[in-house]
């Protein structure tokens, strides 16, 4: 079982940008992947990164989220740019493709309009 904390999350206008980290040992060893669980909506894919960092998108979110990997900090990030009201969500990173049992608490990004 992986440990994995994401941090970074906050209140933002929109048009702003917020990086989001996802830190844990043994993240380096594992394809990654940020999701994220709107109000009243289901969990969906956001990106991912596979151990030699090769990134891929939810078609509707490339040009705006950048998926990278820090290997000497063991950290996974997610840059979110020009954010929009309907980017709030808690964004959860796991690995890719998700474990059932390394979901984490998450980190809540809040977008106002």
């Known amino acids: 079982q992986l440990q994995l904390v994401e941090s970074g999350g906050g209140l933002v206008q929109a048009g702003g940008s917020l990086r989001l980290s996802c830190a844990g040992s043994?993240?380096?060893?594992?394809?990654i992947g940020w999701y994220r669980q709107a109000p009243g909506k289901q969990r969906e894919f956001v990106a991912r990164a596979s151990i030699t960092g090769v990134t891929s998108y939810q078609n509707s979110l490339r040009g705006r989220f950048t998926i990278t990997r820090d290997y000497d900090k063991n950290t996974v990030y997610l840059q979110i740019d020009s954010l929009k009201p309907e980017d709030t969500a808690v964004y959860y990173c796991?690995?890719?493709?998700?474990?059932?049992?390394?979901w984490g608490k998450g980190t809540l990004v809040n977008v106002s309009s």
């Open positions: 796991n690995t890719w493709p998700p474990n059932t049992n390394n």
């Open positions: 043994g993240i380096n060893n594992r394809a």
